[in-house]
């Protein structure tokens, strides 16, 4: 294979600069015409936005300004990207041997390729896109969460973090209608399952700068050792090394952590699942199920299934290690300046009886041992609404309609107990 | 493999024959240990039947020993049972009473595959195409190749053991389609293979197919991907691995897809297979230098035979029936009428490919089913699916479509750049490291890494 030849070589270097010059011009204009363009989008779609993202949005002309500057990012960096590629090949097709220069322009074009994922991945533009596609995965619903978090500038930032249960109660776009602009909330439910999640997820909490984090925490967090573990898009090294203090290899956890190392090392890899999720509708461990005609019995195979989970509560190593990790979590927080707050969750009474009496007492003696620990740690938990059996779609997770009604009522306690900012009053 | 080739590379030529053939039978025993002297006993016969046949004595006897053998080891393991429960259900059907044995035998990895190509050997030796080797690691090196002995492709003794006989030069251009060849085989299998799997193995778990009318062909669609992904995606692991080794494997899967008639199919579709059937049993038989009706029936018996190979089955024997009465139908038309102007045109052609397909799918049902249970018979399912055309289905799987449509999509585009995937080396620069980029990424977003095996390892 020979090397390129210099005629082409200028060929080339002529449509880069064209493309350089065009790409410059277009980001020229967007920055000094987005001003005017936000506000006419604002008075165009603005009251259209904020009804679409329900409560995600309060700023109409805020969220599209940072839109053009996603938008400005992305255009540079993929230039800049463009002209290493351009370089790296150029240096590439210089190497002697045909599998020299294959295998260096490849690395190359892998590692920027890399790159511009890992840029595009900083932006909210790029997740809400994949949203798009796929607007019921979750991970994606966590990223764009996390950078409206990061986008705010409300003097208060609160992600709420939990399992489906802390989705299925807590409508975060509410309690941000209800603070807003003073306050902003994330719910950020993708990491939550257990409590080593949460260890997991307190670098991203930093990232975002908040400052309160709320967790929603049941019998589940800590007895549960089925649920699954979110480690492959969220593992950084402060998690990782904090997740093997406490002993996650010992509880089978190594796999999912070596997938999050991975994950750390090539952002291609730490994306694939929304990607995959975006491109195929579906993930590797999706199964068909989601597609395949439902039973009429289902609903009543979910009910059995989680009162059996109810029953195989346990308190054993693996509930040692998710307390552990919890304190950890608790840990870095208090050093990350993080305020923590606690609801203790509830689950239907039936779903309640299930659960043997020592995993309940067990459970408290945990939290109360954890508000010794830990002064400055709030909970809430008697203040709000008990739910009663036939407010359950399921056993654990309430129905919609008594979703807002909790909300306000937690959005109630926070202002009242837990909102120490004297300045922050709700907007009614 | 990377200590394999590490090794290799710094051996002499007999040295690294004899390192294969070491490397070739702890892969094989890896699978399972007992069935390494089945493979060494298969090489020892036809190593000496060729050697018989080649000194001119009893040449026939020594082809018919070598045969009989193969085919009698084929037979035992693979098709006992299957005779034998036969046999017993048209005694139950006939009201004898009769207790035939069954055997609870295992099949050995890949006996299908290496039987043949041991037999190929000695009928080429024996037709005077090949000279009896006279070293029987080299013989040996011929039917334990590692990369291709437990599903194919199923060499040919003339192409293959010239390789094995003279030194080899391993060159760039080898390396990099070699290892172009490994990518693009694990793209095929985890991404579009795993990926329909995933879909298919649920959906025949039943009785029946879990959709209604046209919906199910989505599921069809699904596993001929699936077979193709996973098959040619083996395939090229092996001949890219071969090609590191110094070797050339031959093509075993053009553009099977893209093919408007039965005819064409096959010369793409499992070549290996189906040259070996045209070259051993048809062209014995007959072929097509006799009257019509003889020409028919050897196809039928090729083809018949053909789909038992595929496995020990009622299922197996009638897809390839039914693949055979479909050339037979075929050859037929075209003997008695010649292509229109029509037939010519693009348009026409695209049409033609299109209703092929979904006929090569009708025939996958039964491949995949492996029974034939009355609800997922070709026939009720084409009933199904016209009787529901006009009817809308509330639950028609969309999200089904948006998983095949670049499953599709990726399908299509390996098989209508075949040729050029076979000359990694000649793309430009940047065409090479945008594939290969491009196939990382592939692997790395779509791979399903807990998926499952090959299927062809269980034939």
Known sequence: ?428 | MAIVLATYYRLQHRSQNAFLLCASYIFYGWWDWRFVSLLLLSTVIDYYCARMIGSGKHRKLFLLLSVTSNLTILGFFKYFNFFSESLQSLFDGLGWYADLPTLNVILPVGISFYTFQSLSYTVDVYRHQLEPSKDLLDVALYVSFFPQLVAGPIERAVAFLPQVQRSRRITETAVLNGIWLILIGYVKKTVIADRCAQLVDPCFSGDALPFTGLANWLVLYAFAFQIYGDFSGYTDIARGVAKLLGFDLMLNFAAPYLVSNPSAFWRNWHISLSTWLRDYLYIPLGGNRCSAFRNNCNLMVTMGLGGLWHGAGWAYLFWGIFHGLLLVIFRDRRRAESPSRLQSTWYWRFVAIFVFFHISCLGWLLFRTGSLPPSMNQIAFLRDSFVTLTQASSQFPWPLVQTLIPMAMLVFLFQWYHERMECFSSWPIKAQSMGVVVGTCLLLVFGAFRGTGFIYFQF
Not at chain 1, 226 to 244: C, E, K
Not at chain 1, 273 to 292: K, T, Y
Request: neutral net charge.
């Open chain 1, 1 to 428: 294979m020979e090397p390129a030849s210099s005629t082409s070589n200028s060929k080339i270097k002529r449509k880069l600069l064209g493309l350089s010059i065009l790409a410059a011009v277009i980001t020229g204009v967007l920055h000094a015409l987005r001003q005017p363009l936000a506000s006419y989008l604002t008075a165009a779609i603005g009251e259209q936005l904020v009804e679409q993202m329900k409560g995600k949005v309060q700023s109409p002309q805020e969220f599209i300004l940072h839109r053009f500057w996603d938008l400005e990012l992305v255009i540079v960096s993929g230039l800049v990207l463009v002209w290493l590629t351009y370089a790296a090949l150029s240096i590439a097709s210089r190497a002697r041997r045909a599998l020299l220069r294959v295998l260096w322009a490849s690395l190359f074009g892998f590692v920027f390729l890399n790159l511009m994922l890992s840029i595009l991945s900083h932006t909210c533009s790029f997740w809400m896109v994949l949203y798009a596609l796929h607007p019921t995965f979750k991970e994606v619903s966590f990223q764009i969460e996390k950078r409206l978090l990061v986008e705010s500038n409300t003097p208060k930032r609160c992600a709420v973090i939990g399992s489906s249960q802390a989705a299925a109660e807590i409508d975060a776009g509410q309690l941000t209608s209800e603070f807003y602009p003073q306050a902003w909330f994330a719910m950020m439910h993708f990491a939550g399952a257990n409590a080593s999640d949460f260890l997991v997820f307190e670098d991203h909490a930093r990232d975002a700068s908040a400052d309160q984090i709320i967790c929603y925490v049941s019998q589940q967090t800590f007895y549960n050792s089925n649920s699954g573990h979110i480690y492959l898009p969220l593992l950084r090294p402060n998690s990782l090394r904090d997740l093997m203090d406490c002993g996650a290899v010992e509880h089978g956890l190594r796999s999912n952590m070596m997938h999050g190392v991975f994950g750390m090392a090539l952002p291609v890899y730490r994306m694939r699942r929304s990607l995959a999720a975006a491109i195929l509708g579906s993930v590797e461990d999706d199964g068909i199920g989601r597609i395949l005609p439902r039973e009429a019995t289902a609903d009543g195979n979910a009910v059995d299934r989680l009162l059996s989970r109810a029953e195989n509560y346990r308190m054993d190593a693996a509930s040692e290690f998710q307390q552990r990790c919890f304190r950890q979590f608790l840990t870095r927080c208090g050093q990350d300046g993080i305020e923590v707050i606690i609801i203790r969750g509830q689950v239907s009474p039936k779903m309640e009886a299930q659960i043997p009496e020592e995993i309940d007492e067990d459970f408290s003696r945990f939290l109360a041992d954890l508000q010794m620990e830990f002064p400055e740690l709030k909970m809430i938990g008697a203040e709000l609404p008990r739910h009663t059996a036939d407010q359950y779609s399921d056993l654990m997770h309430i129905k919609r309609q008594f979703r807002e009604e909790y909300t306000r009522r937690l959005a109630s306690v926070l202002q009242q107990e837990y909102v120490t900012d004297a300045s922050i009053s709700r907007s009614n």
